[in-house]
């Protein structure tokens, strides 16, 4: 009982000395530039670190492929890792255990998300920072929960909706659900085939270019279809000159 007390406080007191994200007051911005540069600034070093996370994810697999054209076995460390990515991204390994499917399955999945997408995404589901769900949630790409009391009860829910826009605790945790979403979620499964086929273009894509082509497979995000995906691409090329 001491032990589990101790751990118990030891955990309390991590949580109450870890520093708290120190987020803009984007309201307070008057000029339209300096709150364009100031959210992409504060939202850009999550998305590297998340696409620096499924780099590493896309890199471990890709050494598995090089097994599978050896005739090389898999070691039990490369198979339980195997096992709990094939779970994260909905592609949960079958008896056949690590085959060319199963990579090929994840490998369309385990990819990266250009910068200029994502941050055009949350600067227009957020309303650049400002909105009640990006102030009280973090939540910064109108993500939704279905667990009651597991986020923040929209004003204008319809009788009936169970939903609730999820609340997480940092920037870095709302872009990694944005990016589990985007990457294993059906709705989006266009988006993962044209980044797929990008892979075979003869032509070195921008960051911008990539950002553009796969904003076609978002025509589900938003109620709004085509109109929705029109205006990402916009905002992308609109905000040319804050892409890095």
Known sequence: MIKKTIVLFAVLLMAACTPKEKVPDFKAFTDVKEKKAAFFNFM???VIAENARVQKEREFIESL??????DSGTTSKELDKATKLGELYKEKLTD???NADWVNAMLVKVDYIPAPLVLSQGANESAWGTSRFAREANNYFGQWCYTKGCGVVP??????AAHEVAKFDSSQEAVHAYFMNVNRNNAYAELRVIREKLHSSP???????EANALAHGLIRYSE???AYV???????????QYWR
């Open 96 to 98: 056949a255990g690590v």
């Open 65 to 70: 492929v090089m097994k599978l054209d050896n």
């Open 155 to 160: 004003s204008k829910r319809n009788e009936g």
């Open 44 to 46: 850009y070093p999550a």
């Open 224 to 226: 709004r279809g085509e």
């Open 203 to 209: 032509e070195a894509l921008t960051p911008e270019q």
């Open 230 to 240: 029109e205006e990402i691409q916009a905002m992308i090329r609109h905000n040319s």
